[in-house]
């Protein structure tokens, strides 16, 4: 029978104290650490339906799944036991669910005989994530967000804003846990479902590598994985940033898309513009001087191009990279290629306000033209205000 024990806890990886501490019955570890090796290959054919539903959710990177190998599901049970051992004689208070803990009940008791990782890119991809095991899963426990002392209030308002306890990890670990219910066979399966990101996993790993086997609680140790913990948090955060980058700049470009179609119209309104005004019998000399002047301006004027950054986006222009060729630099010079496309226009509506004295049907092509942008928008102000009437029918609108 020693012989028996001590080859048990060297499998186990338990000291002969903690096993006095736990007062567990070496026959029913010995069942149970059998029942379950028996419902490995069921419970590994459920964690991967279970891991290739989540493979599927929008947002998930890739998908790790394991099955709890039969000697650490009795190192576990062992160990909670002693804990609660501890537990009880500091306070005496009621002990944990491991108290009970039998051959028929365990797989009820211990939630993460199946574990799966969902691992994703971006910090935020991990709610989307969230929802949708919470929409596919009955819940076991109220799913908890686990994070490092001096993590972000944003992102603490998050997670409780989908309905995630948040917790701080006392080694450091950023997770959010899910312990999830469901019967593919006789018996209900509880599993555990961590959602994180590939750099809280690949620090995670390292942690449970370097520390986990032997308990370490070397201070230089736990002081360089300290610094790693924070320098994962950090590319988490770049990787956010990076992404908002990203969709700012898509923002931006098609806004200026959108500044360059207005732009484009507006000069093919002048055009037909300049067209119907050339094209009138009652032109005197200097009139067709100045549409002739008028035409030349325009030409330079869409060899230049107006920036349509200084009416659309403002101050972006300053704080973003260099786009189109155009440099932080150049700004002063689209502002001055505006200023001389606001004049041109002034001239064109004065000149088209000149020839509808003489034409009605140009005056009411030049009122009806659109506009497309601010300094358009001015324009037709300036042009309304002088209030030019034909010479045969009254202006009936009132001054103001």
Not at 87 to 99: G, L, N, R, V
Not at 123 to 134: H, L, Y
Not at 186 to 204: A, K, P
Not at 340 to 361: C, G, K, Q
């Amino acid at each position: 029978m020693e012989k028996e024990l001590y080859d048990f806890l060297a499998s186990s990886n338990i000291s002969h104290e903690v096993w006095v501490k736990s007062g567990c019955d070496l026959s029913e570890m010995m069942e149970i650490k059998k029942d379950h090796a028996d419902n490995i290959s069921r419970l590994s054919q459920s964690a991967a339906m279970y891991a290739a539903l989540i493979q599927k959710i929008e947002g998930v990177h890739s998908v790790r799944w394991r099955v709890k190998d039969p000697s650490h599901l009795i190192e576990k049970i062992i160990r909670k036991k002693a804990s609660d051992a501890d537990f009880k004689d500091e306070d005496d208070s009621e002990p944990s669910k491991y108290k009970n803990l039998n051959i028929n009940n365990y797989h009820e008791i211990i939630t993460d005989l199946i574990g799966i990782r969902a691992l994703h890119l971006f910090k935020d991809d991990c709610f989307n994530i969230n929802d949708e095991i919470s929409r596919l899963w009955e819940k076991a426990e109220s799913p908890v967000a686990y994070v490092r002392s001096g993590d972000s209030d944003s992102i603490i308002d998050k997670y409780k804003f989908h309905g995630l306890d948040v917790k701080d990890h006392p080694a450091g670990y950023r997770s959010v846990h899910h312990v999830v219910k469901a019967r593919p066979l006789n018996r209900d399966i509880y599993f555990e479902i961590q959602i994180r990101t590939i750099f809280e996993e690949g620090w995670s790993e390292i942690d449970h590598k370097v520390r986990y086997p032997n308990f370490s609680n070397d201070q230089q140790i736990m002081y360089f994985l300290g610094i790693f913990n924070r320098l994962a948090g950090s590319a988490d955060e770049m990787g956010g940033f990076v992404k908002d980058l990203v969709a700012t700049n898509e923002a931006y470009e098609k806004k200026i898309v959108i500044a360059e179609e207005s732009r484009d119209n507006s000069f093919k309104e002048i055009d037909r513009l300049l067209g119907e005004l050339s094209q009138m019998e009652s032109q005197d000399g200097e009139s067709k001087k100045l549409i002739a002047s008028l035409q030349r301006e325009l030409s330079g004027l869409k060899e230049v191009g107006v920036d349509p950054a200084v009416d659309v986006v403002g101050d972006d222009a300053v704080n973003s990279a260099p786009r189109r060729g155009l440099a932080i630099h150049d700004i002063d010079l689209s502002k001055r290629s505006a200023e001389n496309s606001s004049d041109f226009w002034l001239r064109v509506m004065e000149m088209s306000a000149a020839a509808a004295l003489t034409d009605d049907h140009a005056l009411s092509k030049i009122r009806g033209v659109r506009a497309n942008n601010k300094a358009t928008g001015k324009w037709l102000d300036y042009f309304n205000q002088k209030n030019f009437k034909a010479n045969s029918k009254p202006d009936t609108k009132d001054d103001e």
